[in-house]
Every structure is written in structure tokens, then in C-alpha cells.
């Protein structure tokens, strides 16, 4: 069945869906002007799954991650139709429907895209299960993976800046060889979790290029030689070309056209166009127009994700991917990022806020958050006499090694809960600086600098920002802006647009220079980043090795 765009393009809406680290939210978007009519959320029932197995209790090993795909499921049956009634649109209006998911999330699967997990032999098995992107197990299989790539001069491993992640496909697929081989076995398909709820979606598998470049280890045309594979492990020879390997799709194409059954999820006319898969960050760059080279997007949440194109390749150290086509058609598109951001904020205005501290915010009608911002904000840069390492989920970016952890250094008996709170916030703001001069040491210019995601409505977050990279900061005007790329992306492949760039350019948007650096700031700034810089290359570098055998220590203990 086809469903074809109508004459008049504003009558014509799409769908775009976000599937966020804790819930999925749809938005109903105007397909000619981007117009964003309606949304809904629908939280995770087993939200992020580290300690336990949901149903069997089987407790989960130290920096285990995992998912449930029913969530997923649940996502699309709820929020979609809940989106689509609130927006007052007749469904026969919608003619495309665009996801997004947080990458790498990856899954095990059967050849017709079952998850293992939901096999009733595999329900008790945690490597059965969507590992999630933080899932950071598998740093002992990404240390072999960068270990034995540079020993035999892997030409791919330049194109991530030196380094594979623990996050991505190929060291959680070595984790689940290595400690579960029957699982291992019966996986026919490892997908990313974006491919796979398209393939709910139209019935059929598709690989898109972005997430098989960023965390599949796809270049050039190929993925890591078979040879290579066997030198990891004999049993690993064949992991890519019998588990992984598909044709690649391009973004804003059409995956295919939505089923029967998925149409009685979400309410939408069976035979739309759903668009291919895609990663949350990569996917707001249309969202936020910064799809032209030279605009890096930060996309600031429970972490950051930074993308930016550029014209011609770079070989960036410590970046997550440098992929042709990987962000827009046409173009290098570069990634880097943190590991923990919001997470970190939370962490610790959650779990080490005093109770007076909680009590006054409650008595204010206000989050711990904004309490300790705003008691903060008046502080002179400097004055708490604090820095801070950001590695309280591990560095992606410019290190990538999720066995790090973070410091404080400088606290004193006379240190206050809101100075560690703007410390930790200034840590993030430096982590991010290393990243752009990383970029701009390697001969990648990075012109302007762009925020979306939930913290661009944190001014407090956002100024310290601006004065710590001493550049404007320019802000998405969508507060869902990988559900309205997603949905830029779904008009392109419903032929509403003709390409991502001018979809992008009337579908987007941005406030130009919302948050602007104080210069008396940003030059006290320069001072803090200087010390920041010495200790993050003494216990990221090599100067102490410390973090890891703390790690170790840890991880020794809770599994005796």
C-alpha cells in the first residue's frame, strides 16, 4: 500500500520518535515548516536495567547496562497515538514516520529480529538483553580490540582517534563470546537498536550508515577483516560478515513502508514511509540546522554528544568516528563526546545535598538543582578553589577509557555543597573545551557551537559554558530536538523534501548567540582550564595509573 504526499505539503504531517536512555517521546511535526503540533512521553517500565534482571532477579556484574525491548514496544502503542490525538490531526494527514534511538545500544537477535531475551531459554541470561550505551562492561574486550588494532596497524582505528570504545558493537559482542558463548551462538543478527525498531516498523532489516560507521567499525566499505577478527579470538573470525553485515542505507531514505501490525500500534495508515534508523545527537543536527560544515552541536543531556561536519578528513585523537555521510549526506561527519554530564549534576545534588539544603529547596517550590545554582552563580571563577576530573562514567572523549573515574581536588573542611556542584559543572564545560581543541589542533575548524537537549534550559549550566569555551553559544529552539530531526528525516524520505539540508533548513532552528561569554570570566577561566589540563593528562595519560587499579580493586571486590 502507498500512501503518497499530498498537493498541498502543509497539510502533511510526520512523526518523529525519540528513544531517550529512560523513556520515548513522540512529536507530531508539521511536514512543510517543521511546526511541532503535539507530543508524548512514555516512561520505560524497567527504565535501565544494572543490578538485577527484571523477572528472574539474576544479579548483573559491576557496570552492567541493559534494556528490556518491550519498553520499546510500549513506546510506539503509547506514546505515538497519544501524540498523534493530542495533536487533532486525522491520521490519514501523516505520511512518514522517523525514529532516533541513544547508540550504541545493541541488541541480540534471531534472523526474524526476535530478541534472545525474549526466547524463554535466554530470559534469564543477562547477554540476552539490549546492552545500553552506558553499559561499560566491556572495557577489558575494547582494551584487547585497541591493543591487538595497533599492533597490526588497522587502518580503521586512525578514523576513531586511536581508540575503539567499550560502548560500541564489537567489544560488547567480544563480552558476550567471552562470557556466555551459548547466547553468542544463537545470535544471528547483533543490531543497533535503531535498525531494530525500524525493522519492527516496516518488516524488514536495514542497517543505516550512521550508527554502522560510529559504533560498527564500518569504513571504507568494510568492516574489520575476518583475519583480524580471528586474531581477537578463533571464535570471533566470523562475528561481522555472519552477524552483522548488511547493505547500508542512507540517512533520509525510505527503510520502507509501515505494516499492518505496527499501524495497529500507533494508530498511523498502514503503507507510510518509515525512515531509516538513526542516533539521537546525529539526528538533531537537522533540528538545530547545524548540518553545514563547521557547526559543531552539542547535544547536553545525562551526557554530551558533539557532532559537527566538515568538508574533508581528519584523523582527530580521542574522537568517537569520523564517517563519510555519517551526519548529512555528502559530508565527513565527526563525533565525540562524554560519558557523563547531567548524570553528574544529578549524582550529586541527589545523593549528597544536605538535608537543609533539601528542605529550603522544597520550601522555595524548587529542584536541589536550582538551589545549589543559584547559590552558586554569584561565586567568583576561582573562588571555591576546586577542580574537577569529569569522569564519573568514564572519558569518551578525548581518552576513551570508561575504566577513569572522577576527582575533586582542593576541597577543604570550609567547602561548601553548592562550590563542589559548580566545580562538577565546570568540569563538564572543560571536558567539552578539550574536545574543541582537539578538533581545531587537528586541522578541523569548529566555527560556531550549538546546544540542544535538556540542559539548553539551564541558564546557570549554559553561561559557565560560554565563558569556560569564550564563544557565543547558540541554542535549538526545539526542546525535542532528536524527535524533530527524526521527523525532519521522516519528511525527507516521504518525499515531502528533497534532501536533509533543505529540510533542515525549513523544518529547523536556532537562537543565534542566546548566551554570550563575559570576558573578564572566560580570561579567569583560562587559569582553571591550565590545572585542569595538568591533572587530566597525569591520571588520563599515564602520570598515575591510579583510577584503574582502583577499578580494579572494586570490581575484584564485588565479585569474590
Not at 6 to 21: E, K, L, Q, Y
Not at 360 to 383: F, M, N, T, W, Y
Amino acid at each position: 500500500m502507498n500512501v503518497n504526499v499530498s498537493a498541498n505539503r502543509d497539510d502533511d504531517v510526520v512523526i518523529g520518535v525519540d528513544f531517550g536512555t529512560l523513556s520515548g517521546r513522540a512529536v507530531v511535526v508539521r511536514a512543510g515548516d517543521g511546526a511541532e503540533l503535539a507530543s508524548a512521553v512514555h516512561t520505560y517500565e524497567h527504565g535501565v536495567v544494572s543490578t538485577a534482571l527484571p523477572d528472574s532477579g539474576t544479579p548483573l556484574a559491576p557496570d552492567t547496562a541493559l534494556q528490556v525491548p518491550a519498553d520499546y514496544r510500549a513506546v510506539l502503542r503509547q506514546a505515538v497515538p497519544k501524540a498523534l490525538a493530542a495533536s487533532g490531526v486525522p491520521a490519514e494527514r501523516v505520511i512518514g514516520i522517523g525514529t532516533d534511538f541513544t547508540a550504541c545500544t545493541v541488541l541480540p537477535t534471531t534472523t526474524d529480529g526476535t530478541p534472545l531475551c525474549e526466547l524463554p531459554e535466554f530470559t534469564d541470561r543477562p547477554h540476552a538483553y539490549p546492552k545500553l550505551w552506558k553499559h561499560h562492561a566491556a572495557q577489558p574486550e575494547a582494551d584487547d580490540i585497541n591493543a591487538l588494532a595497533e599492533r597490526r596497524g588497522e587502518s580503521w582505528l586512525a578514523r576513531y582517534g586511536g581508540k575503539i570504545s567499550a560502548e560500541w558493537e564489537f567489544a560488547k559482542g567480544l563480552q558476550v563470546l567471552r562470557e556466555d558463548q551459548e547466547v553468542y551462538d544463537r545470535t544471528e543478527r547483533w543490531i543497533e537498536a535503531a535498525d531494530w525498531i525500524v525493522w519492527q516498523l516496516c518488516g524488514k532489516e536495514t542497517r543505516n550508515v550512521c550508527t554502522a560507521g560510529y559504533k560498527g567499525i564500518h569504513q571504507d566499505g568494510a568492516w574489520p577483516t575476518r583475519e583480524y577478527l580471528a586474531a581477537l579470538d578463533p571464535r570471533f573470525a566470523g562475528f561481522a560478515e555472519e552477524k552483522i553485515a548488511h547493505p547500508l542505507s542512507q540517512l533520509g531514505e525510505c527503510a520502507g513502508r509501515l505494516t499492518a501490525q505496527a499501524a495497529a500500534w500507533t494508530g498511523l495508515p498502514e503503507g507510510i514511509a518509515v525512515a531509516v534508523g538513526n542516533v539521537d545527537a546525529h539526528v538533531t543536527a537537522a533540528a538545530a540546522q547545524t548540518v553545514a560544515p563547521g557547526r559543531m552541536l552539542a547535544v547536553m543531556g545525562t551526557s554530551t554528544c558533539h557532532v559537527l561536519n566538515a568538508e574533508t578528513f581528519a584523523e582527530v585523537p580521542g574522537m568517537c568516528g569520523a564517517v563519510r555521510d555519517g551526519i548529512a549526506p555528502g559530508l565527513w561527519g565527526y563525533e565525540a563526546g562524554q560519558s557523563g554530564v547531567g548524570d553528574i549534576f544529578g549524582w550529586f545534588a541527589e545523593g549528597f545535598a544536605p538535608p537543609e539544603y533539601v528542605r529550603e529547596a522544597d520550601g522555595l517550590g524548587i529542584s536541589v538543582h536550582e538551589l545549589l545554582s543559584r547559590k552558586a552563580a554569584d561565586q567568583p571563577v576561582g573562588g571555591h578553589g576546586l577542580i574537577a576530573l569529569d569522569w564519573h562514567s568514564g572519558n569518551r572523549s578525548v581518552l576513551v577509557d570508561h575504566d577513569l573515574s572522577g576527582i575533586i581536588a582542593g576541597m577543604t573542611l570550609a567547602t561548601r555543597p553548592e562550590e563542589i556542584y559548580r566545580a562538577l559543572v565546570e568540569a563538564t564545560a572543560f571536558g567539552t573545551r578539550t574536545i574543541l581543541d582537539a578538533f581545531s589542533d587537528s586541522g578541523v575548524p569548529v566555527e560556531d557551537f550549538t546546544v540542544a537537549g535538556g540542559l539548553k534550559r539551564n541558564t546557570f549550566v549554559l553561561q559557565i559554558y560560554a565563558d569556560v569555551l569564550n564563544r557565543p553559544l547558540h541554542i535549538a529552539n526545539s526542546d525535542q530536538g532528536p524527535a524533530l530531526g527524526s521527523a525532519i528525516h521522516a519528511a525527507v524520505a516521504a518525499g515531502a523534501h528533497p534532501d536533509i539540508h533543505t529540510a533542515a533548513a525549513a523544518m529547523g532552528g536556532a537562537t543565534r548567540g542566546a548566551v554570550l561569554p563575559d570576558p573578564q570570566r572566560a580570561a579567569a577561566y583560562d587559569e582553571l582550564y591550565t590545572i585542569y589540563t595538568e591533572l587530566h593528562d597525569h591520571f588520563g595519560r599515564g602520570g598515575s595509573d591510579a583510577l584503574h587499579r582502583l577499578r580494579g580493586i572494586r570490581n575484584q571486590s564485588l565479585t569474590r
